[in-house]
């Protein structure tokens, strides 16, 4: 349904602002975790666990485009679970702070 042109314009193309249009297209958690009675029972621990991960990787690394690479992602699979292809990227500490905050969690 996440892939579906009746739903989407464009679905297989990565366009995060689609959702922040002043008419937004349906945000994916309203069909990924299903319906009714149905409904996935784990959906906020899930939606939770991703946020706290994003979260805690961007609060110490920065994620950019590989300098000598570019970051095309031309061939984002297809299946149960949906990833780009291998790209380079480059991740480096952004904050001085980051390598107290790293070391913090490794000692728990
Ligand atoms: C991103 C993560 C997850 C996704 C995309 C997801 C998606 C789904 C979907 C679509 C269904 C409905 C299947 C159907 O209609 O038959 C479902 C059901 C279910 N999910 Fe999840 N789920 C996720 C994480 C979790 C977690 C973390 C738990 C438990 C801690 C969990 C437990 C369950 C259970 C027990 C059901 C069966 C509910 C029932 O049939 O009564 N899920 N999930």
């Known amino acids: 349904m996440n892939h579906d042109p009746e739903v989407y314009s464009d679905?297989?193309?990565?366009?995060?602002?689609?959702?922040?249009?002043?008419?937004?297209e349906m945000d994916p958690p309203e069909a990924c975790f299903g319906f009714c009675r149905r409904?996935?029972?784990?959906?906020v621990l899930a939606d939770a666990s991703v946020?706290?991960?994003?979260?805690?990787?961007?609060?110490?690394?920065?994620?950019?485009?590989d300098p000598e690479d570019s970051f095309i992602v031309t061939d984002p699979s297809t299946g149960i679970i949906s990833h780009p292809s291998v790209f380079k990227c480059?991740?480096?500490?952004?904050?001085?702070?980051?390598?107290?905050?790293?070391?913090?969690d490794e000692r728990r």
């Open 51 to 65: 946020f706290i991960s994003c979260a805690m990787v961007l609060a110490v690394f920065n994620i950019s485009k």
């Open 39 to 43: 409904i996935c029972p784990g959906r």
């Open 90 to 104: 480059s991740i480096s500490l952004h904050l001085d702070r980051a390598v107290a905050l790293i070391q913090a």
């Open 11 to 24: 679905p297989m193309s990565f366009r995060p602002e689609r959702f922040m249009d002043p008419n937004p």
